[in-house]
């Protein structure tokens, strides 16, 4: 992405240091005379910050006319030097458009996309949009790899909804979308798991409107929609699962504000860009303005800073937080019915400092906390600056009747082990098969207390990259990477039936493509529970499935999944797809006994071609792509005039 690392944080020529930012004030980052070029996105995309390689990830969007093609290009912004990057993954889920929120996981280092509108503007193949769009992928920016996570049972989070990282359970929560009917819901990445939270009462169901976690209140913010007034600020409580009205002394203006939300750490501020209708500059409009949410007076300040990123449209801003910068940045996509003097199109950047730093010195939470399991108890080790040493290791035992949060923490109960390669933790008397969290503070002289590490779990991670080989009509060959941690002790293997549509039963895939002969898979209609096919757990990292027949038509009866189609988008006439389909998947299990969550499924059909390229020259087209894993596979092309 950049030449070194010197260059990566240099800021361009008339590009102003993000050091020297005044408080309450915006800056024009991008598109900036002398200043790196500014691509053309379109708007409705999402972003996320990666703190690690410091890098905002950008996915999704209209085109820039917003009536065409929704795109699926990921980009990458460096907020330090202004400068956009094109990434070409392996692959990515498909082109949507109202795909804010998305969120970035901290603690898993992914950016996680959910679903918005696909297929509804320009040409989608349909094909595609049925067999991946499920409810999350997550996009490893390190490795530049999109995998789509694949998980059952699950909600069908909405377009435009409301979505915020939970950085205390290490979490996503989502709330609301167009169109949705979930509620409440909280997708876990480290076990792959949704839960739907069906809390006794929740804010009224919206489109847009935006949410943000405050850390020191341990809430979720709630603020704002877009097509209709919602005069209340929300709070949710996750470990409670309670929403509250927190009911401000003073409020933004709320109807059809479509604003955009983010969480200042520093300050421990929600800075809002609120879209507001009224008179500016002397001239009745609307327009934006920036709002900041105190929670220790439980009112918003209007801020009037220096300037206001131009123009009052809706679904044209999305926001992330740059604690390492202490800014706020906004992008503003800026077409002509915003009708901003001198500014056809723009991609414009923007970013906002609320106040200066705190720049009392803590000491630093631990760093690559990690355990590992025994046959009856964990070790904890981590990192530390040096000088620092452990004040506290706190254990919290999940609580059986909720997936996603934890008792107060319990009573320490181990034994501190000094050692040259870092600190350790050792408990000893932990029940096998049930997982606990471990977090860790340190302290330092003159430093004091750090704030807590992120959690870790005695809990293996997924296994993800699963391959399913078709050597016959009977005979299924699995394989999938080797367990980073060494506790692991095993596998266990599960597989779910499947029933399909082919692309000549489905009306819309007809129209767009000839089907082949014989008709391959066009959707899966409903995917059947998973059962495990291995009694005790499997030392390998292979299995061979042969208690199948490929040649008999499978029916779900008991769904863990399902695709509706009505009945006109069927063609009663069309050939069915001439095999049975079987999902399998593989759950990782670790000395304590504790097994991993589902990771993503692999299918009896092949998995869809990776890192796909294609080159004009005149009349002809190059087309290159990397060779799929399963055995035994022959290529066929199609190509469809667009």
């Known amino acids: 992405i950049c030449a070194n690392a010197q260059d990566k944080e240099k800021p361009a020529p008339g590009l102003a240091p993000l050091a020297d930012q005044a408080p309450n004030t915006w800056i024009k980052r991008s598109p900036l005379k002398g200043a790196p070029l500014s691509p053309m996105l379109g708007y409705e995309g999402s972003f996320g910050y990666d703190p690690k390689a410091k890098l905002v990830v950008r996915w999704a969007g209209h085109n820039q006319g917003g009536g065409g093609e929704q795109n699926a290009e990921t980009w990458t912004y460096e907020p330090a030097t202004a400068k956009w990057t094109l990434r070409e993954p392996n692959t990515s889920p498909p082109g949507a458009c109202c795909n804010a929120q998305n969120v970035f996981d901290i603690a898993g280092g992914r950016f996680l996309r959910f679903p918005a509108f696909s297929g509804s503007h320009g040409w989608h193949w349909f094909r595609e949009n049925y067999l991946s769009n499920s409810s999350v992928w997550s996009y490893d920016v390190e490795k530049n790899r999109w995998r789509d996570m694949r998980l059952v049972p699950t909600p069908r989070p909405a377009p435009l909804r409301c979505a915020s990282w939970d950085s205390d359970h290490q979490v996503v929560v989502i709330f609301g979308g ?9 997708y876990d990445p480290y076990a792959n798991e949704w839960t739907r ?3 006794k009462k929740q804010p009224a169901g919206r489109s847009a409107g935006n949410m943000a976690y405050h850390k020191a209140m341990q809430k979720h913010i709630l603020f704002g929609t877009q097509f209709s007034d919602d005069p209340h600020t929300w709070a949710y409580d996750l470990a409670k699962n309670e929403w509250t009205d927190l009911k401000p002394a003073a409020m933004p203006p709320t109807d059809k504000n479509d604003a955009v939300l983010a969480y200042d750490e520093h300050n421990k501020v929600i800075v809002a860009s609120v879209r507001v209708f009224g008179q500016r500059e002397g001239i ?15 009112s918003w300040k209007k801020m009037n800073p220096n300037v206001e990123p131009p123009g009052g449209g809706q679904r044209r801003r999305i926001m992330a937080a ?5 800014v706020i940045l906004m992008e503003n996509y800026v077409n ?5 003097p001198g500014v056809e199109r723009e991609q414009q950047i923007w970013t906002y400092r609320y106040a200066a ?12 906390v990690r355990v590992e399991t025994t046959q009856k108890g964990a070790i904890i080790r981590w990192d530390t600056e040096p000088g620092a040493f452990a004040s506290d290791v706190i254990c919290f035992e999940r609580r059986p009747d909720w997936p996603v949060s934890f008792n107060v923490p319990l009573s320490n109960q181990g034994v501190m082990i000094p050692s040259d390669l870092g600190n350790e933790f050792e408990t000893r008397d932990l029940p096998r098969g049930k997982v606990h969290f471990y977090s860790v503070m340190v302290s330092m002289p003159k430093k004091g207390y750090s704030a807590e590490s992120i959690k870790v779990r005695t809990q293996p991670r997924l296994v993800e990259d699963v391959i399913a080989s078709v050597q016959t009509a009977t005979k299924v060959s699995l394989t999938w990477p080797a367990a980073k941690e060494k506790d692991v002790v095993g596998y266990h293997v599960e597989r779910a039936p499947v029933e399909v549509l082919s692309e000549d039963q489905i009306v819309r895939l007809r129209k767009d493509t000839l089907p082949l002969d014989p008709p391959s898979v066009g959707a899966l ?11 005790e757990p499997i030392l390998e990292t292979t299995f061979t499935d042969t208690a ?33 389909v079987y999902a399998y998947r593989v759950r990782a299990v670790n000395k304590l006994g504790v097994e991993s969550g589902a990771g993503p499924y692999a299918l009896t059909i092949p998995s869809a071609p990776q890192f796909v390229f294609a080159k004009e020259d005149g009349l002809k087209c190059h087309l290159k792509w990397e060779k799929n894993p399963e055995q035994g596979l022959v290529h066929r092309l199609r190509s469809v005039d667009g």
């Open 322 to 326: 740059i604690p390492d910068q202490n």
């Open 178 to 186: 167009a169109g949705g009917n979930d509620g409440t819901i909280v």
């Open 548 to 580: 199948i027949d490929l040649r008999k038509a499978i029916t779900v009866k008991d769904a863990s999944y399902t695709h509706r189609f009505a009945m006109s988008q069927l063609n009663p006439d069309g050939t069915p797809y001439r095999y049975a």
């Open 197 to 199: 939270m069906n809390p």
């Open 525 to 535: 209609k409903a995917i059947g529970k998973f059962e495990k096919l291995t009694k």
């Open 357 to 368: 730093a705190n720049l009392k010195r803590k000491a630093n939470p631990p760093s690559n």
């Open 284 to 298: 009745d409009e609307w327009h934006y303005e920036t709002w900041t949410y105190l929670h220790d007076e439980n």
């Open 336 to 340: 002509p019915p915003q009708k901003v």
